[in-house]
């Protein structure tokens, strides 16, 4: 159904042809308020960057699971999530009981040891863990994710576009913008399988913009405003791009943080790898102007992604210890 989720050129824009953000934002929008997903063609990321990202996904969990427990996931959402390891709770869409089909090792900004955020301990400004014996795999993802934030930089004045905002509005907030990349793999779950067993169970990301790799093995549905369910299809030489709580509060609810699921009845292995971008750690969101209107009045407080996250993710925590392992962090 690749009608139903509009596609976006970027080509007309990477090559600076005037009109080309203000025509991108009008499609932006109305991908975001009727939809919540989008595609995006020629971005410019080379082809052989994402295979070799999809190879270093697979080689990471290919390893024996202590070499992947070596770097357990932590209090900043960084490390290895084992399979069934985490419920979808706080944001999830219908009551959901099971554990989610996946495995998932997150990764953030590298920063180093003596960065002042690291030394002063600041939550989700940590050192990122990485697998001793997997040559070239931490070049590869930090390679991957660098061009995936080049792309988000590249998204965000069509954002402002489709707001009716300067088209610069965003830039001092997305400086140096919070990210986590997430490799996931998804085992077959069996046809005979409940049905409410999902490889990640109904949920919206927590993200500003999540971009998610296509996968060459399906699975992926969203739930259209209307309610029905459909398949994101996969488009060769596309990404997906969705919006996620973050995005919808800070436009006031403009903008849709569509529900979507994952389940791998496809016979293959399955691996996915979003990339959630945010604004900057000290950036605040306060209700966008052109979001705010006598019959749309500001619903929210000014918040910061750490404020957000700690909200998100700080009710499990508590209850579960140390281990954040019942804690859901799509966009951590
Ligand atoms: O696996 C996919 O295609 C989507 C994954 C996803 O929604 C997430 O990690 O938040
Ligand atoms: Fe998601």
């Known amino acids: 159904m690749p009608a139903t989720i509009p596609i976006l050129d970027l080509g007309p824009l990477l090559e600076g042809r005037p009109g080309a953000l203000e025509a991108l934002g009008a499609e932006l929008r ?39 427990l070596a770097m357990p996931f ?53 050192v990122n863990q990485w697998p001793a014996n997997l040559p070239g795999f931490r070049e590869t993802a930090l390679e991957y994710a660098g061009a995936m934030e080049k792309l988000g930089k590249t998204l965000v004045p069509i954002y402002a576009a489709a707001l009716g905002l300067p088209h610069d509005w965003f830039d001092d907030k997305f400086r140096e913008p919070m990210f986590t990349l997430r490799m996931t793999h998804y085992p077959q779950q069996e046809p005979t399988s409940a049905e409410d067993e999902w490889g990640l169970a109904p949920h919206a990301d927590t993200s500003f913009m999540t971009i998610l790799a296509q996968n060459k093995v399906p699975g992926l549905s969203i739930r259209l405003p209307d309610g029905t369910w459909i398949d994101a299809p996969a488009l060769e030489g596309c990404f997906l791009v969705n919006g996620g709580m973050m995005l919808r509060r800070w436009t006031n609810q403009l903008f849709l943080a569509t529900p979507h699921r994952v389940t791998n009845r496809s016979g293959q292995e399955r691996y996915a790898i979003p990339f959630f971008m945010d604004c900057s750690y000290d950036a605040v969101m306060a209700p966008i102007p052109t979001c705010v209107s006598k019959t749309n009045p500001a619903r929210f407080q000014p918040f910061t992604y750490l404020d957000f996250m700690s909200e998100y993710s700080g009710a499990n925590y508590g209850e579960r210890g140390r281990s954040a392992a019942g804690v859901e962090l799509q966009g951590a």
Not at 40 to 48: A, S
Not at 115 to 122: E, Q, W
């Open 30 to 68: 109305r991908a975001f308020t009727e939809v919540g997903f989008y595609f995006v063609r020629n971005h410019g990321v080379p082809q052989p960057l994402i295979d070799a990202a999809f190879d270093a996904a697979a080689r990471y969990h290919a390893q024996p699971l202590e070499a992947k």
């Open 74 to 126: 932590n209090e900043h959402n960084q490390g290895y999530l084992p399979m069934r390891g985490n419920t979808t709770r706080m944001n999830a869409v219908d009551g959901i009981k099971k554990p989610n089909m996946n495995e998932a090792v997150f990764f953030k900004r590298e920063l180093p040891l003596d960065h002042p955020d690291v030394l002063a301990g600041k939550r989700f400004r940590a």
